[in-house]
Each structure stands twice: as C-alpha cells, then as structure tokens.
C-alpha cells in the first residue's frame, strides 16, 4: 500500500516543473529517436540479407574464364548436361542456361534516372533458353502480375521487373514496346507481355540496385547478339569482334552463362562444390577453363558486417544510456535542489529516506518513459523522411516490437540511473537546517 501512495505521489510530481520535465524529456526523446532510427534501417537490412541469403547462398555462376566480358562467354552446347552427369548432382537443384547481353542504357536514360554513384540506371538483357528451369534455379519469375503472360519462345516478347513499372507504368505496361539498345548503335523492339510481382526481387534484392533485369527468350537475345557480330556491317559504334568474341565460334545455341543451383547452404560447402565441379569440367572440356560467379563468400562477409553493427549498436546503446541519464541526473539535480524545502518536510514527517529515494526515481522513469514514446513517434517520422531521401533500393527500415521494446527499456535504465544520485542528494537533506534556512 505505501508502495502504490509513493508511486501516485512520484507521479503527481513528476511535472509538475515543467522545465525541468521538458528538458529530460527532450533529452531522453533526442536519444531515443537516434537509437529507434538507426536500429530500424539496421533491421531492415538485415531481413534483405537473410531473404538474399537463403535464396542465393547455394547458386553459383559458370562461365569461360578468359572471357574479355560476360556476354564474350561461349560454352560448350552441352555443359547443362555434362554438370548433371558430375558425381554430386544429387546436390543439385536445377541447372540453366542462359545469355546475357552487353549492359546497355537503353533509349530511357531520362526516365530511368541515375544509380546512387550519378551512372544512367542500366538495362541487363537476360536470354532464356528453358523458362521452367530459370524459374526453378532463380525465384524472379516465379510469379507474376495479374494480367502478366510468360514469353513465348519463339516470339519477340519480354518481361520486365516491378520495381520498373512501378515507376514508370505509363511507358512499361503490358503490351506496350520496349526498345533494347545495345552498343549505342542497335535498337531490337519486344513487346511486354509479362511483369514480375512485387513481392519477388531475386537477384533483384541487392542493398544497391544499379540496372534493371529485363528477361526474354534465348532467340532475342541470340538475334541481337548476331547482328552485333556481323563482318559485314559498319553500322554499329563499336564491332563486338574488337572486344574479343570470336563469331566463327558463335552459334545459335550458343549460351554464355550457366547457372547451378545446390541444396547447399553453407558457404564454404558451397565453395568446396563449386572447385570439384570446375575441375570435372575442365577435364570434360580439354582446353576449356571456367570461373565462376558465387555470392556466398561475399554473402558471408556481409553476415560478418551485420555482426559488426550489432556490437556497434550495443555500443551506441550504452553511448545513449550514459549521454541519457547525464542529461536526466541534471535536470533532476535542479528539481531537487528547488525541493529541499519539501524533502525537509517529507523527512520531518515520518519519510525515510529509501522512499525518497524511490520516488524521486520513479518520477525520472516515468519522464523516461514520456521521452521514449516522444522519440518513437519522432523516429517514425525520421525514417519516412529518410526513405523518401534515400535511392530505391539502397535500403529500408523496419520497426520491430523488440525494438520498441528495447526502446522503452532503455529510457527506462536512463529513468533509474539518472534518478538515482539526485534521490541520494534528495534523502540527504536535514530538516532542521532546512528549515532554519541554513
């Protein structure tokens, strides 16, 4: 019961200075504002690199390895099934094929806009030689938008990635026409028949979006390809022959990438697989050398990034709880020192000095708790503003309850800690020599 007097007591104290409440509060809410903030965009990031990770920790990449450039990669029209005949293929998923062209800016740069580092928004043309194995090695395809088709293979047709829509939906749109331009020199048109849904991302999820990913059938991309390597045409700003594709060597089934996806889902496991494979495929192809393309080791070291910012949080945590309960011990130090007049009274009237104590800190806790709710409101705010600032794609921010919660927990220590001396100095008082006014 004198628990409960005590705390009402606390509580009807608590604001009654206004100005002194106002300053812990502000300083307390400035903190809890840095803290929510910085620890909702770290979430965020950390949820695209668990979804990344999951998906694309066991797929790898094989092209040829003295390839001047990817789309410069000419393999063997059979690797797909020489990979399944590899002695581990029980580790793996599926297998495709696929060819890419040279990155383009295509006719858009306007509408596009520019990467975080001020270069045109690229355009990566990605052919596809069988849709159903794409779609089982990567997730982008897996779904699509009401009113969306799959490409047919024989036809001039595309799909195109959400996040290019969404943008700009009056010229990306289901049946309109999208112009590749490659080389600055060599326009192919395809019509849109499919885009991806928005809750997909793929490859797509990267922290840094620099191109978008726009998807047709292998004869597309083989077409285009072609035409570039022609000894007959001086059309073009720039022959492809100079960059060191060989066109005697270049056939209609020709793919120039090849991608593996595994069961695996450790990083140096996927490693050690991907060095058996490579080695029977040289001995398959004599002459041959491949590289390959693998995510898990730069997956890995992304992991190892993300637990360095977790102890970097921990350590602005505590940076936070000590600049916090700096700012609460000396707006409760000028409170208290306006009260001894009424402490002196207290005492003299039956109070020990444990239950000043106790309400002195509970009054700071529950200005605490003030200062937590104001900063949450002001982190919200916060991380809007700055996900209209930041380019798409570069990160967003996700506010969990144990953020929250962590949030309030931490006002609350600077609550305590910052209530505690000022309750010593305020129990500290002798009434007999306040009140004679010594």
């Not at 999820?205 to 991309?221: C, E, F, K, R």
């Not at 709880?321 to 409760?332: D, L, N, R």
């Not at 937590?372 to 921010?397: D, F, H, K, Q, W």
Request: charged content about 15%; glycine content about 8%; some cysteine.
């Amino acid at each position: 019961m004198k628990i409960l007097k005590l705390t009402g007591f606390a509580f009807k104290n608590a604001f009654r200075r206004k100005i002194v409440a106002a300053l812990a509060i502000t300083g307390i809410a400035v903190a809890i504002t840095m803290q929510v903030t910085i620890n909702s965009f770290i979430a965020g990031m950390d949820e695209t690199f668990n979804d990344i990770f999951s998906e694309l920790v066991g797929t790898f990449q094989i092209q040829e390895s003295n390839a001047p450039a990817a789309f410069a990669s000419q393999l063997p029209s059979n690797i797909t099934d020489t990979i399944m005949d590899f002695n581990r293929s029980e580790e793996i998923i599926a297998v495709a094929s696929e060819q890419t062209l040279p990155s383009t800016v295509n006719n858009y740069t306007t509408i596009l806009g520019k990467t975080l580092f001020g270069t045109p928004m690229g355009i990566n043309v990605r052919g596809i030689e069988d849709l159903d194995l794409f779609m089982e090695v990567y997730s982008e395809l897996d779904e699509l938008t009401e009113g969306s088709e799959y490409f047919n293979a024989s036809l001039n047709e595309c799909i195109i990635p959400y996040s290019l829509y969404e943008n700009n939906s009056e010229v990306f749109d289901i049946g309109k026409t999208f112009s590749i331009l490659v080389n600055t020199s060599y326009s192919y048109d395809v019509e849109i028949t499919g885009i991806t849904s928005s809750e997909l991302g793929g490859m797509q999820q990267s922290i840094m979006v620099t191109g978008y990913d726009i998807y047709v059938p292998l004869q597309v991309s083989q077409n285009i390809l072609t035409e570039l390597l022609r000894n007959d045409t001086t059309s073009h700003f720039l022959h492809y022959e100079s960059r060191g594709l060989d066109s005697t060597l270049f056939s209609n089934t020709s793919t120039n990438i090849v991608a593996v996806r595994t069961s695996i889902t450790n990083s140096d496991d996927v490693g050690k697989f991907i060095d058996e494979l490579v080695g029977y495929l040289e001995e398959q192809y004599s002459g041959m050398e491949f590289s390959t393309l693998s995510l898990a080791s730069a997956l890995e070291t992304m992991d190892d990034l993300m637990q360095t910012q977790n102890v970097v949080m921990t350590v602005v945590s505590i940076i936070i709880v000590i600049s916090g309960s700096m700012g609460v011990i000396i707006a409760q130090l000028v409170g208290v020192e306006s009260r001894s007049k009424e402490f002196a009274i207290l005492k003299a009237t039956g109070w020990k000095e444990g239950h000043i104590i106790y309400s002195v800190i509970v009054e700071s806790v529950i200005l605490g708790v003030v200062g937590s709710i104001v900063g949450i409101l002001l982190a919200l705010g916060a991380i809007n503003g700055l996900e209209t600032m930041i380019p798409m794609g570069v990160m967003s921010a996700i506010i969990t309850p144990g953020i929250i919660f962590t949030a309030i927990g931490i006002a609350m220590t600077i609550g305590v800690l910052g209530g505690l001396y000022p309750g010593i100095r305020a129990s500290s008082v002798r009434p007999m020599e306040v009140l004679q006014g010594s």
